[in-house]
């Protein structure tokens, strides 16, 4: 038998602004959806992976491993419950962990859970948390927030490859048309062009429009071998391939303003252990927290040249086109609870693959590719899921 491993079951909370719920409430939610939806029991888990960026700070709870483990109820069981932590990528990261735990022969069964609440602050107080993902000494601390550094590299790309503002706000306008299908995004009304173009200034040349929300929010994933699933006749997703790779954390100290060199080098490598090629993906999942990164994402994942992503927006990544992107509605619009974020594109992809994405199904999918990356760039997460 392989040591292939499997996302047997998979469930999230609504995203959004959930001022009535508490991040152990949403952790909860979350945890139990998808081990209903695996069918397993509670008793069968042999490790639990809790994913989180800023509760600390936030909420002032730290060791959200063990808080998920006791408020799922499966604290009786004494078994091991970690955090996994790796900023805005701590879902991709988290996924990773229990992917090896379970390749290794370690386990065959795994829980990874995601949570963020952010909504308990807001204004300047939460602009301050999220640049926390930053450099605080070299970046945060001279006033650059993450939508500031988003739009230096913005403008230098847009500068360099002659790319109008049109292009980063058909990504958004995309995110919202998908996130329109589904039931549990932040954000569920289509935006025109000019909307999105005409929107609230942040930071020029980016708008509201251009930036992802601030947002509550849990998602969460039942893991598990080959062997187990096929001996208890459970069905499920292939982890085809995981990949990681870090860069600087400040952006000035990067090779270039807009390449994801992490993002390069995991996509590199998960396509080289899948054995799998860019045109072989039906969907992507892309880590969009703002909206220049879809294109740079695009580009350094190999579905275009540098400078070249302006030309798949117009067609090419809508969900019925030739490469949907984000189907999920993205982090624009389905939301982006950091911790949450992606261990949900997990779901997503778990919803697509087993034909159950209802409205927004993308017809005959059957490889999709996860982005999730960590601030500016300093971590990238790239998974490929699929295939027999």
Known sequence: MSNNVYVIGAGETKYGELWERSLR???VEAGLRAIENAGIYSKDIQILYGSNSLAGIINGQENIGSLIADFSGIAA???????????????????????????????DVAVVGGVEKMTDIFGNEVLDMMSSLLDREWEAFFGATPAALAAISARKYMKDFNVKKDALAMMSVN??????????SHFKNKITLEQALNATPVAEPLNLMDCSPVTDGASALVMASESYMKKNRLSGVKIAASAISQDYLALHSRNSLYTL??????AKEAFKRSGLKPEDMSFVELHDSYSIYGLMELEDLGFAEKGKASTLVEDDIKINGRLPVNPSGGLKAKGNPLGATGVGQFVEAFLQLSGKADKRQVKDAKYGILQNMAGTGSTSVVHIVGGD
């Open 261 to 266: 060199d992490s993002t390069k080098i995991a």
């Open 77 to 107: 069981q004494n078994i091991p419950a970690v955090r996994i932590e790796a900023s805005s990528a701590s879902g991709g990261a988290a996924v990773r962990e229990a992917y090896l735990a379970i390749r290794s022969g370690e386990y």
């Open 25 to 27: 409430d949403l952790a």
């Open 175 to 184: 995110d919202h048309a998908n996130a329109s299908l589904n039931l549990n």
